[in-house]
């Protein structure tokens, strides 16, 4: 893992440098108001050194070096920061990219433990903050080290005994420093959590808002969402008293060696240990010497907050990897799909969601995959087609294994239309030929026609070349789902993969979508998972699942024999589908008579 | 310049109804004298190193200084102190008070307000943005208040030493002001662009995470990482530039503070040379002029940092500035609850994100007590913003809505409420108990009637097989529950809530057949006894209603009996056909 954070950090490496050399040096220039002052009294009462006795004649000369010196500085810190901004923005980049790398590859089974909101989260602001510890913090930390460090070498060469004691408040605040830090780690933690409750509140009442107004509850009668928030308010106050002593006492403490520097300068002065000049050398510069310091506390904050990030990145950085298994095998032609003993879990030691399932599609034939709810039937379809790894047995097309076949023969093979339908933002011409970026026009509109949805895109603004947006949020669920099928045609996989879970839509809209999907299967083997039984039962051969294992296989009218699942499924069914709102016991005719 | 919120901020935040109070004002004010007090020193050495200059020194009484000083030390940290309990008491209960008070003021918008690109966004407001408000804020404002009292004490003093180099040093603090304002106009827009190229990153970074499944199955992944990759690129260089373009003018305002102090210089050596100036007072002069400028040099970076805490004040401004539903004062009686629509019309600002809602046109119908009316057409076409209409979620644009006589505009919205109820598609549930999750719709309703509703909704034995039964917390948004369950409790508060009309929306999600089947059981239920208008998409369900209206375009486009409108041969007849043969559908080779 250390080797990601070196491989992020190593090029940045001769920036990160610069930018710190650039910080040091602006720092520095920063004291050069002081140094004028130092000049000045030197000018003023100095009897010897260079610029003994030689008045303020000269002030304004040296006061044009000051400004030019201040340019050099900001021009320094200019120069710094873009350095390490660009260190920064480069290392978040590589970050991110990195994790997108390591979520390609990931197992399918990593995403059902991290929903998308988590992972934006870790890739875009993660990222960015981990930069941002190198933007800011290291050039000030820098600045914040050596310029006391460099001022007290100074500040000693001149007189060691004044040196000391501008660092005599320094001990003093470092105690308080600790003191205050102490068990702060737990308090954060604590802090943290509560902020989080307000938020998982605050979300939780604007998800429910519209309820919340039916039923005429005002803010004042959520208990929870008041605690909730209250409880931010609460929290702060009661840290703030906790630390507020200590954290303002080591401020105060470090930006007043005056009340140390000025009498003893005095009294050395007047003992004559000192000349005046250094006196004022030191009120001027030993004054603000351990302020920067306080730039270390920030770090230290810094650091924590980012500890969680840390985590979050490397959880993702470390994604266990899809098993990478692919061989050269070219696509059979026209194979038979076997799954022999396949097992599946969703968790290493979790229970098994298949069990040891068994099933064959031959070329051309239409099987239906039924069970009651949790019964594995998704499952199925994602071990199909999704890649999520079987944990035993295997999975043949046409006597090859899928893992022997080439990546893109594999690909080939199999085409998936389920119930979401993920569009990217792009024309519906990119949309359609996701699998084949260069399929010709001509082949796109076939697939349109095939799918039902020529007419839909014809009646779009720029037909094919359209712009969906992001997620395609104009298109209705059907629009969508014939796009899936179009896309599906153009793929022209041997293998076709439904999972009819379709919500209701629109009538009009669901028979498209039906004549489409017909369009598509002709020619194809096609595995249905089926949720109304209805559809399915002219299928050639239906299987029923139920606890991840094959409970029985068989045409429709031999498992209403047979089959005491299928049967249940098949009466439920049957009822719900007889059922009117309105008119639950009586029929109509007798209650038209009753009025 | 920079909004600070000053104005929200009352006389006084309580902390908790019987905690104490702070007043963000006066914790102002004691940070200002604490800042005062801190500059004071800086006189201590004007006087004594003055005395030592015009070689006095051992007239210094050194230990009343030292004394003088300590205290001076110790008054500036209690203020210190007092000022930081201060900000952060005020500070964190102001965002308390005006987060609930924004909450409070977001229930009471029209309730087609909320979209879902609306409650992301608002719901960053009132979470991400406020923390960080809260944490700006308590560490920015007080360093603000420091930063110009520290410099106007020290810049006061400075007068008294010699009134020319004073007005040489201060001169550029008013261009440097305009560099200030440049400064934060030039980052706003800079940040605004950055702010769009996140959200661009934003977007794909999510299609990438939802897609990648997608991506791999069509042997695209490598193309989206480009396509991701590119993004990145451009997010780096808007990055860079953002930083870039705002330096210029943050080392104006520090350049032209500087020049204050060389301007002091050349202002302190033309006294001493004509004779106004002693040259050691002078050299005083320059070590307050070199203090001034870097007090007033650090300003900027405080309030380049306190532009986040505005713009998050700028939203929440923005948010209150929304209006609010007018909600009626009548509570009538409601003898006979007949709902009458009459000549109707209703547009509304779609998002542009959004699913552009229709438009109704002239929309007239009437609900009697006890019937039962379904709502159908295709997506689109009306029905479900026409329901809408019928509990207020959007006032009317034209022609009216009465409930028993009376415009439903004039009814409290309460009273209009508990006459009215709808049964949403999407159930909402809370992280609290079970029971509570009921409560919701009856508040008042005791713990037998919560479990009578229950029972009628056909979830009383599911509730009761729970942990704790009726006292479990159900997870974030009701996890573990499946489709069926969540439905009927919702058919269960509706139940609780006994109000005589109903708006149905018929969910479209499928259920398996077994849970569908308790939920129809509920849904007949609930029904018994009530005027029901109901969003229908399986038509076979509502062949018995009373009244079906045709919704096509924003109008009713025909209306009656199933058998009366299959006859006519129309939109209905046509839907119906579709629907029957995609019902009758069946995969075959």
């Known amino acids: ?595 | 310049m920079i909004d600070f919120g000053l104005d929200l901020a009352g006389d006084a935040e309580r902390n908790g109804p019987d905690g104490p109070t702070y007043s963000l004002r006066g914790a102002s004010l004691v940070a200002a004298a604490g800042a005062l007090v801190e500059a004071m020193p800086v006189w201590i050495v004007v006087y004594a190193l003055g005395e030592a200059f015009v070689g006095r020194s051992s007239a210094l009484r050194l230990d009343l200084l030292t004394f003088g000083l300590v205290v001076l030390l110790a008054a500036t940290y209690a203020l210190k102190v007092a000022g930081a309990i201060g900000t952060f008491g005020a500070t964190y209960a102001l965002a308390c008070r005006l987060r609930l008070r924004l909450a409070e003021h977001l229930r009471r918008l029209p309730m087609g307000f909320w979209t879902a690109r609306h409650r992301g966004q608002i719901g960053n407001v009132l979470t991400t943005q406020f923390d960080q408000y809260t944490e700006i804020f308590t560490h920015v404002w007080s360093m603000v208040v420091v930063n110009v009292v520290y410099p106007l004490a020290l810049g006061a003093g400075l007068f008294a030493l010699d009134p020319w180099v004073a007005l040489a040093t201060l001169l550029p603090v008013l261009p440097a002001m305009f560099a200030i304002s440049w400064t934060l106009r030039v980052l706003n827009a800079a940040s605004d662009e950055l702010a769009a190229e996140v959200g661009e990153t934003t977007d794909r970074i999510i299609e990438y995470v939802e897609g990648i499944a997608t991506f791999r199955a069509f042997g695209r992944a490598g193309d989206a990482n480009d396509v991701l990759r590119d993004r990145l690129d451009r997010l780096e260089a808007t990055s860079m530039k953002t930083e870039l373009v705002a330096a210029p003018a943050i080392m104006t305002y520090s350049m032209v503070v500087y020049g204050g102090f060389v301007l002091g210089a050349f202002a302190a050596a033309w006294r001493v040379e004509s004779g106004g100036l002693a040259a050691p007072a002078a050299v005083l002069a320059l070590l307050v002029a070199a203090l001034f400028v870097r007090a007033q040099a650090s300003l900027v970076l405080y309030l380049a940092e306190s532009r986040f805490a505005a713009r998050t004040l700028a939203r929440v401004r923005e948010l209150f500035g929304e209006p609010e539903q007018a909600s009626g004062t009548l509570t009538p009686p409601i003898e006979a609850p007949v709902l009458e629509v009459r000549d109707v019309s209703f547009a509304h600002a779609a998002d542009e994100s959004e699913e552009p809602a229709p438009t109704l046109r002239r929309i007239g119908a009437r609900f009697a007590p006890g019937t039962v009316t379904a709502l159908v057409g295709p997506s689109g076409s009306g029905k479900s913003t026409f329901a809408h209409l019928l509990l207020r979620l959007w006032d009317v644009d034209a022609g009216v809505i009465r409930l028993g006589g009376f415009d439903v505009r004039d009814l409290s919205l309460a009273h209009l409420h508990r006459h009215v109820a709808m049964v949403f598609q999407e159930v909402v549930l809370f992280e609290t108990s079970v029971l509570d999750n009921l409560r919701l719709a009856r508040p008042e309703a005791s713990r037998e009637e919560v479990e009578a509703a229950a029972r009628r909704a056909r979830i009383h034995d599911v509730i009761a097989a729970l942990p704790e039964g009726y006292d479990t917390v159900l997870g974030p948004g009701g996890a573990g529950l499946s489709g069926g369950e969540r439905q009927r409790l919702s058919i269960a508060r509706a139940l609780l809530r006994d109000a005589p009309i109903l708006v149905l929306d018929e969910a479209t999600a499928s259920l398996d057949p077994a849970s569908e089947a308790a939920v129809q059981a509920a849904v007949g239920e609930l029904m018994a006894g009530r005027t029901v208008v109901v969003i229908a998409h399986r038509l076979w369900t509502i062949k018995h209603a009373d009244a079906i209206l045709v919704f096509d375009q924003g109008r009713i486009v025909e209306r009656g009996t199933h058998e009366a409108l299959v006859q006519a041969g129309g939109t209905y007849a046509r839907l119906w056909e579709a629907q029957q043969t995609a019902r009758g559908w069946s995969l075959s080779a």
Not at chain 1, 401 to 419: I, S
Not at chain 1, 439 to 452: F, H, N, Q, S, Y
């Open chain 1, 1 to 595: 893992m250390t080797s990601v954070w070196s491989e992020v950090l190593r090029p940045e490496r001769a920036r990160l440098f610069g930018a710190v050399v650039l910080a040091i040096a602006a720092s520095l220039l920063e004291l050069a108001p002081q140094a004028l002052v130092y000049v000045a009294a030197c000018a003023v009462f100095a009897d010897v050194g260079p610029w003994a006795g030689a008045g303020l004649g000269a002030l304004g000369g040296w006061a044009l070096v000051v400004l030019g010196l201040t340019l050099l500085r900001f021009l320094l810190m200019g120069g710094s920061l873009v350095l390490s901004h660009l260190a920064s923005f480069r290392m978040a980049k590589h970050l991110r990219i990195r994790m997108a790398r390591s979520l390609a590859e990931a197992d399918m089974r990593f995403f059902a433990h991290h929903s998308s909101g988590d992972l934006k989260k870790a890739l875009l602001d993660d990222a960015a903050s981990i930069g941002g510890i190198v933007e800011h913090q290291l050039p000030d930390l820098a600045s914040a080290i050596f310029v006391p460090l460099i001022s007290l070498g100074v500040l000693f060469t001149v007189d060691w005994r004044l040196g000391l004691a501008s660092l005599a408040l320094l001990p003093l605040g470092v105690v308080l420093m600790a003191l205050v830090m102490r068990n702060m780690g737990p308090e954060f933690e604590a802090w943290h959590a509560t902020e989080k409750r307000a938020a998982a509140a605050i979300l939780e009442f604007l998800t429910g808002i519209v309820v919340l107004k039916s039923f005429d509850r005002d803010v004042a009668s959520l208990g929870d969402l008041r605690d909730a928030v209250n409880g931010v308010r609460d929290h702060a106050v009661r840290i703030t008293r906790r630390t507020i002593l200590g954290y303002t006492g080591f401020f105060v403490l470090f930006a007043s060696n005056l009340v140390v520097v000025l009498p003893v300068a005095l009294f050395f002065f007047r003992e004559g240990m000192v000349p005046l000049e250094t006196a004022v050398l030191f009120v001027a510069l030993g004054t603000g010497l351990t302020a920067p310091l306080l730039k270390l506390l920030f770090l230290f904050g810094t650091l924590q907050m980012n500890a969680l990030r840390i985590q979050r990145v490397e959880d993702v950085l470390n994604a266990p990897r899809a098993r990478d298994v692919c061989g050269e095998a070219a696509l059979p032609e026209g194979g038979t799909l076997e799954l022999r003993d396949a097992s599946f879990r969703y968790e290493e030691e979790g229970p098994l969601a298949l069990d040891g399932v068994d099933l064959t599609l031959a070329p051309g034939e239409i099987v239906a995959v039924v069970g009651p709810s949790g019964a594995g039937k998704s499952t199925l379809a994602r071990a199909l087609v999704g890649g999520w790894p079987l944990s035993r047995g295997s999975l043949r097309y046409g006597g090859v294994a899928l893992d022997a076949l080439a990546p893109d023969a594999r690909t080939k093979l199999l085409a998936y239309v389920g119930q979401e339908t993920f569009l990217v933002r792009g024309t519906v011409r990119e949309n359609v030929a996701f699998g084949r970026p260069d399929a010709p026009d001509d082949e796109v509109r076939a697939a349109l026609e095939a799918a039902g949805a020529r007419e839909l895109v014809d009646a779009m603004p720029e037909g094919l070349e359209t712009e969906l947006g992001t997620g395609a949020r104009g298109l209705s669920g059907g629009e969508r789902q014939r796009l899936a099928i179009a896309r599906a045609a153009l793929h022209d996989a041997p293998v076709l993969v439904l999972d009819e879970a379709t919500a209701h839509l629109d009538p009009e809209s669901e028979r498209a979508v039906q004549e489409g999907l017909s369009r598509l299967m002709r020619g194809r083997s096609t595995l249905v998972i089926a949720h109304r039984l209805r559809t399915v039962e002219g299928a050639d051969r239906i299987v029923v699942l139920d606890g991840g294992r094959v409970v029985a296989e068989g045409r429709h009218e031999a498992l209403l024999e047979s089959c005491p699942t299928y049967r249940t499924l098949h009466e439920a069914q049957e009822k719900t589908a007889r059922w009117t709102l309105g008119a639950p016991a009586v029929p109509a005719p007798a209650r038209e008579a009753a009025r």
